[in-house]
């Protein structure tokens, strides 16, 4: 189920209630394609996740992977990561 396409399907057809009330007829095939979008919606898989950028994650140098930002050795590739800080004694 993908809930962009239910979205985008249950809008698509209440515009066309809106224009067929509003006496535009010929735009009352809105209506039809709305739930063909809305079942289509039903079938189809859900849409990729959007992922939020988290402030307490860092990338890994090298594998480039998400990993927290106090990691010292990444847990993906087991590389020490570069210290963004000076590196004193
Ligand atoms: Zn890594």
Known sequence: MNQGM?????VTAIFGVIFLLMGFLPLGILILVGLMIFLLGIGAPPSEPVKPEDPAKKFCWYCMEEIDKE?????YCGLDQVEEGSKRD
């Open 71 to 75: 990691e010292k050795t990444c847990p």
């Open 6 to 10: 239910l979205l985008s399907g249950a």
